[in-house]
């Protein structure tokens, strides 16, 4: 089983409010990653948690804030979001950070009005 | 910094007909070169992928081929059918140094009735 889960599948917010995004996975694998994907566009690095430590840090604005609550969980806490937010966001694992294959989760599109 | 070009942006062919997406890369040292399909509101999907220590991988009516001289790869889809309609990406990775994924641009597929 190669399943990432994402929740919400969507999210409308204003640009004062909080909300989080969530993505699980349950296959043991030990590195996790958030992407966000623009339309037509290919998707773009923005963390990458290696054993429940940030590893990467793409110069992603503070306003989103990762955290790896534990090997499975992943979340990305957004405030204060601009409309050019608006994007999906999407979660990846892989075995860990120096393996190949890297498994998508289904994304949250989110909205920011 | 590294780049992958992919070609061409967008693609339609006759269904049964045979569909050839290429990429290259700059990277010398990327060594994974994975696709990914996607869908319309869904996550990207790992359909196949090549090592660098490896010419060419079938799986059913998908290939991959790759050459490391040239620093080209190429997806190979025979007997399309409607439902192999998306967007595909290639990319390249190292499994060693800073293992992002570099993706290539996207290719639109359309399969004809």
């Known amino acids: 089983d190669t399943e990432v889960t994402q929740t919400p599948k969507h999210l409308v917010m204003g640009m004062t409010n909080k909300k989080s995004l969530k993505c699980e996975q349950h296959?043991?694998?030990?590195?996790m990653y958030w992407y966000k994907q623009k339309a037509k566009k290919p998707p773009e690095l923005m963390f990458v948690y290696s054993y429940e430590k940030l590893s990467i840090n793409e110069s992603v604005p503070s306003r989103f804030s990762p955290e790896c609550p534990n090997s499975s969980l992943l979340n990305l806490h957004l405030h204060a979001l601009q409309p050019e937010d608006s994007a999906l966001y999407l979660c990846?694992?892989?075995?860990?950070?120096?393996?190949?294959?890297?498994?998508f989760g289904p994304g949250t599109r989110l909205t920011v009005t | 910094g590294e780049n992958v070009e992919q070609h061409p942006s967008t693609l339609s062919v006759q269904e049964g007909d045979s569909a050839v997406i290429k990429c290259t890369y700059s990277?010398?040292?990327?060594?994974?070169f994975p696709w990914y399909k996607q869908e319309l509101g869904k996550g990207p999907q790992l359909i196949i992928d090549i090592r660098s220590n490896v010419g060419e991988k079938k799986d059913q009516r998908i290939a991959v081929t790759l050459n490391k001289t040239a620093k080209h790869f190429s997806l190979h889809i025979t007997e399309t059918q409607p439902e192999d309609s998306a967007v595909y990406f290639c990319?390249?990775?190292?499994?060693?140094?800073?293992?992002?994924?570099?993706f290539g641009t996207g290719t639109r597929l359309k399969v004809l009735a």
């Open positions: 296959m043991g694998h030990r590195a």
């Open positions: 990277d010398s040292a990327s060594n994974y």
């Open positions: 990846a694992s892989s075995q860990v950070v120096h393996s190949y294959e890297q498994y």
């Open positions: 990319a390249a990775t190292r499994t060693s140094g800073t293992y992002k994924y570099i």
